[in-house]
């Protein structure tokens, strides 16, 4: 784990414990996601319900994230990380139980179906709780010159949990518990991230951040498909702020952006497991590590976009935008056009590689777009976009899939080549940016 600043920071113990919830929460998630599509084929869940828990389990962070971001300043941040904690703890764990029943036969597949719903559905009110208290500690607790690099360090969990969820998730799945097995082991883990909350994080007063601007942001569900787009750093810092509609002129083109660009990214990366596992003959559990390994690749993608490739070429964001654009749509086409595992493995990890240069760019562009005081107001409207691509995306990309299997995919293709020429033929999405209240 990286280290975080010790200059004016909090204690390494509790930064270690902050950045273990939310690895623990988005590796968790992702590594449910590898393992969903062959227990759905095991059990004879159809495909398109298991789009449908993940659009429920989206539609509800999505309302929730913000609500528990205003709760942490009522609250007190330990308590809503433990909230957040807990509620994935319990999810995940009757999770595994609802499974394990369905795969030995002891419940039939439509009772497996709206149990499992229903326990992912804590998940989604919960889970998002942990984020933006998380966030609101380490702004609370650090200084201006350290703050943006501490948040910076601990945003990386989501994407770190992203590779390391799909990565372990095969090798729990062994024994009678089979597929189950990942489950179990995550719910286990929320027990140990628990005590550790309880124990290492001290109790804080509310009352103490009402004079702080800095305050915990939300962010989108993470997914192997994409991990979660959260809000700017520059949001988590500048507090609440302005709310701001998101057909607000300055930043709707974005919006649109990144509306239709996570779409199309849901829409064919929910399918994916579905796609490898027909690829490979239909055995959903010898395909098991095949999937890890593609949404390893994607989730790795997407970090060397993020961690490698934008600091170091340091482009505007029409231009991550446009160039992460063409890049997805190469990919996305690869996927329905390759001949093979390997071809299908790099084909996804360039379209992941694509979204990851093109949504920060979105994110970016609409931060740049608005004054300081407004940080707040734009990372409430990115969440909600952000989440609001997951609600139908992954159940049209699985309903296209049952038709044709890669038709999402052909389609996806096309769909980018036209947001492509939407960000060339808008004039903000051309320009450089700067945010509007800074001297040039």
């Known amino acids: 784990m ?8 909090i204690p390494s113990r509790e930064f270690a414990v902050l950045f273990a919830a939310l690895l623990l929460v988005a590796a968790g998630n992702t590594a449910m996601q590898t393992v969903l599509p062959g227990i759905a084929r095991v059990i004879g869940i159809p495909d398109l319900a298991v789009a449908l828990i993940f659009s429920l389990s989206a539609l509800l962070w999505t309302f929730s994230a913000p609500y528990w971001a205003r709760q942490s300043d009522i609250r007190g941040r330990r308590k809503l990380i433990m909230v957040g904690v807990i509620g994935f703890g319990v999810s995940m764990l009757g999770c595994a139980i609802i499974i394990h029943a369905g795969l030995i036969g002891l419940i039939a597949p439509l009772v497996t179906f709206g149990l499992f719903a229903g326990m992912r559905a804590l998940f989604g009110i919960f889970g998002s709780a942990s984020n933006p208290a998380s966030q609101a500690y380490v702004a609370g607790r650090t200084s201006e010159a350290d703050r943006t ?13 992203t590779i ?18 990942p489950m179990f082991a995550f719910a286990a883990m929320a027990i140990v991230v628990l005590v550790a909350v309880a124990r290492v994080l001290p109790d804080d007063d509310p009352t103490q951040f009402i004079a702080n601007p800095a305050a915990g942001t939300p962010s989108s569900e993470p997914l192997v498909s994409g991990g979660a787009s959260g809000a700017s750093l520059a949001a988590a810092t500048a507090g609440r702020g302005t ?13 649109v952006f990144g509306f239709a660009s996570g779409s199309v990214q849901a829409a064919t990366g929910q399918a994916m497991g579905f796609l490898i ?9 010898e395909a ?11 989730a790795g993608a997407t970090l060397l976009a993020q961690w490698g490739i934008i600091p170091r070429l340091q482009l505007q964001p029409p231009a991550l935008m446009r160039w992460g654009t063409i ?5 996305t086409a ?19 590689l694509g979204y990851g240069l093109a949504r920060p760019g979105f994110t970016a562009g609409a931060s740049l777009a608005v004054g300081r005081a407004e940080q707040g107001g734009a990372a409430g409207v990115i969440t909600a976009v952000n989440g609001a691509c997951y609600i139908a995306g992954p159940a049209i990309g699985i309903g296209l899939y049952t038709f044709i299997p890669e038709l999402p995919y052909w389609l996806g293709a096309v769909a980018l080549l036209l947001l492509l020429g939407y960000t060339l033929a808008t004039p903000i999405l051309r320009q450089s940016l700067q945010r509007p209240d800074e001297p040039s």
């Open 2 to 9: 990286p280290a975080a600043p010790t200059r004016n920071a």
């Open 149 to 161: 690099s501490a948040l910076s360090i601990l945003a990386s969990a989501f994407g770190l949990g």
């Open 164 to 181: 390391i969820g799909p990565a372990i998730a095969p090798l729990f799945v062994f024994g009678t518990l089979g597929l189950a097995g």
């Open 243 to 255: 709310r701001l509609a998101w057909r607000d002129a300055r930043i709707l083109p974005f919006m």
């Open 277 to 285: 596992i027909d690829r490979l003959g239909g055995n959903a559990l």
């Open 288 to 298: 098991q590590g095949n999937i890890a390994i593609a949404f390893m690749a994607g």
């Open 327 to 331: 890049i997805a749509a190469i990919g």
């Open 334 to 352: 690869g996927i329905a056009m390759a001949p093979s595992f390997h071809a299908l493995v790099v084909a996804f990890a360039f379209a992941t």
